[in-house]
Every structure is written in C-alpha cells, then in structure tokens.
C-alpha cells in the first residue's frame, strides 16, 4: 500500500511543475521588454548644460561610504589652515566642515575637480584629491564633533548684525513660503528631513552662507542637481538672504548641537 | 463529500475576493517587478536623455507642436514657471526625481501624476490666458505643501514673439 502511494506522488507534484513553468515563462516573456524607449528632444541642437557630473547612483553612494575617516584625518593636514583644525573655520568667509554630511562634502569636492563649481583655491585644491581621498576626507569630518570648544579659534557663531531679521529667517526655515514655492529650509537640509546632497546648515558661517545664496541666484554657482537650490535661492530678496544666513550663522538654526 | 464541497465554495470565494482586487493582486506586483524602466533614470536625469536642465520648459517641435518637460522633485518643480500659449494643444512630459508627485493646476480640471523612473505624458488645451497655480497634490515629503509652480497662458501671438528657438520658462533667468 505504502509502496503505491509513493508511486504517485510524482504525478502529484506535476501541477505544481506547471505552474512554475508558466510564471517563469511569464517571466521571461515580460523582462524582454525593450526597456530603452525613450523619447528624444525634438530639437536636439541645443547646447545641452549639466550642471555636475555626480549621481546619485549605487556605485556613488559604495565608493562614499567606503571612506577611510582615519585616512581622512592624515589627509585633513592639507586642509586644516583655512578650515580650522577641528573644522571650524576662523575666517567667517570660509565654510566649517565639522559635521558635514558626506555626501554633500564628496559631491562638492567632485564638482570642484571637474571645475563645475568654480573657486580660484579650491579648484586647484581639490585637483590633488582623488574620488578616495575625497571619501575619506569626507568620513573624517562628518564625524568631528560640532560641540563647542573653547581654546579652538573658531568663527562661528557670530552675533546676528540684524536682529529683526530672525522672524524672516525662522519663518523659511519653518514653513518655507509657499505662494512663491519655496520650501521650508529645514525639510532639505535637517534636522526635519535630508535630502541627497543638502549640508545641514546648523553650524554653518553666516557670511559663506550668504555668499553661497548669492552665487546660486545669480547663476554664478550652478553645479546643484535639477537646478533645486537655484530656484529656492533666485526667488529670495536680498533682505531674505541676509536674515537666513544671519540666523545660521548665530548658531540659531535648527539641529544645533553646539551650545 | 460536503467537507469537499464546503472547501471549493471557499476557495471560489477567496479566488473572487483576490480577482475583484486584481489591480493589487496581479497588475501592481508584475508592474513592481517587470513593469519599470521605461522611464528615465530618475538620479541621472541631469547627466543624460530629454529632461537635462537645459532641455526643460517649453519648446516649439515641428509642425507647431508644443511640448513643455517638467521635472517634479522634493520640493520644487523645475521649471517653476511655466508659460504656454492658449488655444492650442500643449503636449506636458513630466517625470519625478524621487518620489511621486502630482501636479494639479488650480482652476482647470487637469492633474498629472509624476513617477519616478515613467515619463508621464498628457494633452491639454488651455483656452484662455491666464495665470494658474500648480500646487503639488500628492505628499512628498516635508515640504509638500510649499511645492508649488505657476503656469502662465499667454497669447499665441505673445508666446512666439518671447524667446524663439529657446525652451522658454518665465523664470527669472
């Protein structure tokens, strides 16, 4: 009895065989699809812009991650005269780099070796960085703490020059203004979401911020992706820009950890 | 026998319950897996194919054909603003940069959906000049609800005369 049973039991097991059949021909049929129809611009001739050779791709976010922070600190000798050794600049002018996000330090070191984002020192700077190296670096000072330190000579929180303008500044950060479409800063750049790419501005000096917002609305600065932070910052007034910048660079933006 | 019978009748229920949500059951899934990839990637969007910042906002294709490319991203879309002429069929290709998004232009009854990955394509005709607001209607994100565009109808006429041979947008520039 037992012996028969045993008999049928590959007969049993057919269906299931054909229902595996058929789901991987279905299979094979779908994947064959031809997957690289894509419409062309009618009007080709145009002079195509990009604005920065970076990706957001698997392979981008491996060869990041992949840094070396104690590699990134032998490498950070080169760059500790302007942005102080424990990453916080003493000239106001330049951006700290204590607690920066790395994939927003690589991308920038990226765009200044392929001269999509132009500066007259760090451009040549970042020609001796390699993709690692720029990983590394990146590993090192993502993980500096951005906690005050009172025998480091540091510029940072600086008294806003214009206290009114804190209203302005806390308004974009919190709610953006939405009639003109601009976000609220803190949904890009922390502490309430992140975005790719975005720093986070909490410790961040207040005249490089300025600067930053003015190069990105006149276009002097144009290696963000998608033209994201071009928008935002065009439609900024010229009082708006200081206030925010003013506001960051007091140490009174949100995600503050240093007092 | 009526064991059997008890079980087959539930089984043509529980065969009908998954059919009658078969858009969830069926086509969601194989979409999931097979269905993907006719669209650009969304991360390289800037580097190659029709949606290069360059290539955005409205162009003038042959035979009087209007195309305006818009790209929807976390949390503005780019072009901001949009200008399009009235009265004629202006052809929208929008795709999104990360999650989806959705365009509804306040005052008309037109909506389109943005997807990561799918070129989303629609015809409209706006009759009238006018000025519309675009605010996205599909949560992003944090900022979802400052995200937002305007579109600008202009006069045939007008529209020629802006910028020709350019994609043009009513941006700041």
Same mark, same amino acid.
């Given at each position: 009895?037992?012996h028969?049973? &045993?008999?049928?039991?590959?007969?049993?097991?057919?269906?299931?065989?054909?229902?595996?059949?058929?789901? !991987?021909?279905?299979?094979?049929?779908?994947?064959?699809?031809?997957?690289?129809?894509q419409?062309?611009?009618?009007?080709?001739?145009?002079?195509?812009?990009?604005?920065?050779? $970076?990706?957001?791709?698997?392979?981008?976010?491996?060869?990041?991650?992949?840094g070396?922070?104690f590699?990134?600190?032998? =490498?950070?000798?080169?760059?500790n005269?302007?942005?102080?050794?424990?990453?916080?600049?003493?000239?106001? #002018?330049?951006?700290?780099?204590?607690?920066?996000?790395?994939?927003?330090?690589?991308?920038?070191?990226?765009?200044? /070796?392929?001269?999509? /984002?132009t500066?007259?020192?760090?451009?040549?700077?970042?020609?001796?960085?390699?993709a690692?190296?720029?990983?590394?670096?990146?590993?090192?000072?993502?993980?500096?703490?951005?906690?005050?330190?009172?025998?480091?000579?540091?510029?940072?929180? &600086?008294a806003? &020059?214009?206290?009114?303008? #804190?209203p302005?500044?806390?308004?974009?950060?919190?709610?953006?203004?939405?009639?003109?479409?601009?976000?609220?800063?803190?949904?890009?750049?922390?502490?309430?979401?992140?975005?790719?790419?975005?720093?986070?501005l909490?410790?961040?000096?207040g005249?490089?911020?300025?600067?930053?917002?003015?190069?990105?609305?006149?276009?002097?600065?144009?290696?963000?992706?998608?033209v994201?932070m071009?928008?935002?910052?065009? &439609? !900024?007034?010229?009082?708006?820009?200081?206030?925010?910048?003013?506001?960051?660079?007091a140490?009174?933006?949100?995600?503050?950890?240093?007092? | 026998?009526k064991?059997?019978?008890?079980?087959?009748?539930?089984?043509?229920?529980v065969g009908?319950? !998954? =059919?009658?949500? /078969?858009?969830?059951m069926?086509?969601?899934?194989?979409?999931?897996?097979?269905?993907?990839?006719?669209?650009?990637?969304?991360?390289?969007?800037?580097?190659?194919?029709e949606?290069?910042?360059s290539?955005?906002?409205?162009a003038?294709?042959?035979?009087?054909?209007?195309?305006?490319?818009?790209?929807?991203?976390?949390f503005?879309?780019?072009?901001?603003?949009?200008? $399009?002429?009235?009265?004629?069929?202006?052809?929208?290709r929008?795709?999104s940069?990360?999650?989806?998004?959705?365009?509804?232009? !306040?005052g008309?009854?037109?909506?389109?959906?943005?997807?990561?990955?799918?070129?989303?394509?629609?015809?409209f005709?706006?009759?009238?000049?006018?000025?519309f607001?675009?605010?996205?209607h599909?949560?992003?994100g944090?900022?979802?609800?400052?995200?937002?565009a305007?579109l600008?109808?202009?006069?045939?006429?007008?529209?020629?005369?802006?910028?020709?041979?350019?994609?043009?947008?009513?941006?700041?520039?």
């Open positions: 009895m037992s028969a049973s &045993q008999a049928t039991r590959p007969r049993i097991a057919a269906p299931w065989l054909g229902t595996a059949l058929f789901l !991987l021909a279905i299979t094979l049929l779908l994947s064959g699809r031809d997957s690289s129809a419409k062309e611009s009618e009007n080709s001739d145009l002079p195509v812009r990009i604005p920065s050779n $970076v990706a957001w791709t698997g392979e981008t976010l491996a060869i990041i991650s992949r070396d922070a590699r990134g600190l032998l =490498l950070a000798r080169r760059c005269h302007c942005h102080g050794e424990e990453g916080f600049s003493s000239v106001p #002018a330049f951006p700290n780099l204590a607690g920066v996000d790395r994939l927003s330090f690589w991308k920038q070191m990226q765009d200044f /070796r392929s001269g999509k /984002r500066s007259p020192v760090m451009q040549g700077i970042a020609e001796g960085f390699s690692r190296d720029a990983a590394d670096l990146a590993a090192y000072y993502a993980m500096l703490p951005t906690a005050s330190d009172p025998q480091d000579n540091r510029a940072f929180p &600086q806003m &020059q214009d206290p009114s303008g #804190a302005i500044a806390i308004r974009l950060i919190v709610f953006g203004d939405g009639q003109r479409g601009i976000p609220p800063c803190q949904s890009c750049h922390g502490p309430v979401s992140y975005v790719k790419g975005a720093p986070p909490a410790t961040q000096n005249n490089y911020l300025e600067q930053q917002l003015e190069h990105f609305s006149n276009g002097n600065r144009a290696n963000d992706i998608n994201r071009r928008s935002i910052a065009r &439609q !900024l007034t010229a009082e708006e820009k200081t206030a925010l910048s003013e506001f960051y660079g140490g009174m933006g949100p995600g503050v950890n240093s007092r | 026998m064991k059997k019978i008890g079980f087959a009748a539930a089984m043509v229920l009908l319950a !998954l =059919l009658s949500t /078969r858009y969830y069926v086509d969601l899934p194989v979409w999931h897996f097979f269905g993907g990839g006719n669209g650009p990637d969304p991360v390289t969007l800037h580097l190659r194919g949606f290069v910042e290539n955005l906002g409205a003038e294709g042959p035979a009087g054909s209007f195309t305006v490319r818009m790209i929807a991203q976390q503005v879309f780019v072009p901001q603003c949009i200008v $399009v002429p009235a009265g004629v069929p202006v052809t929208f929008i795709t940069a990360d999650a989806v998004h959705q365009l509804s232009f !306040l008309t009854d037109y909506g389109l959906k943005a997807v990561p990955g799918e070129v989303t394509e629609a015809t005709t706006f009759a009238k000049p006018g000025q607001k675009i605010p996205c599909e949560f992003c944090a900022g979802h609800y400052a995200m937002r305007h600008d109808v202009v006069p045939r006429d007008q529209f020629a005369s802006m910028l020709p041979g350019e994609r043009r947008t009513c941006e700041p520039r």
